[in-house]
């Protein structure tokens, strides 16, 4: 069984930065595919990035590419969410989660979820 923990979110003004963490426990974040999903008021959860559980091979959304980057640190067993030049329309709860096999945008196809950090930017 793994867990996982999410901090970092806050209220942070547009065009500034912010770095999520989700410290994993219960398993080394390295067997799993770690990805980064988030989820605004009345919207679905949408697939942000994931780094992937063979060969470390990063993947992101279209969208957030140029502005967002997933690392892990294996010594702290720790995944991380650089976020830079924040948008207002990057408002969410923003989640982890971890899967063994599936589809890497897919929500359904992640097993373990954490609760979620609140990203609030300011116009």
């Known amino acids: 069984q793994v867990q996982l923990v999410e901090s970092g979110g806050g209220l942070v003004q547009a065009g500034g930065s912010l770095r999520l963490s989700c410290a994993v426990s219960g398993r080394t974040f390295s ?31 279209d969208s957030m590419k140029d502005r967002f980057t997933i690392s892990g640190d294996n010594a702290k067993n720790t995944v991380y969410l650089q976020m830079n030049s924040l948008k207002p329309e990057d408002t969410a ?21 954490g609760r979620g ?3 609030t930017v300011s116009s």
């Open 93 to 113: 709860v923003y989640y982890c989660a971890a899967q063994l096999f599936g589809t890497i945008y897919r929500p359904s196809d992640y097993g373990y979820w």
């Open 117 to 119: 950090t609140q990203v």
């Open 31 to 61: 067997t799993y595919t770690m990805g980064w999903f988030r989820q605004a008021p009345g919207k679905e959860r949408e697939f942000v990035t994931a780094i992937r559980r063979s060969g470390g091979n990063t993947v992101y959304s």
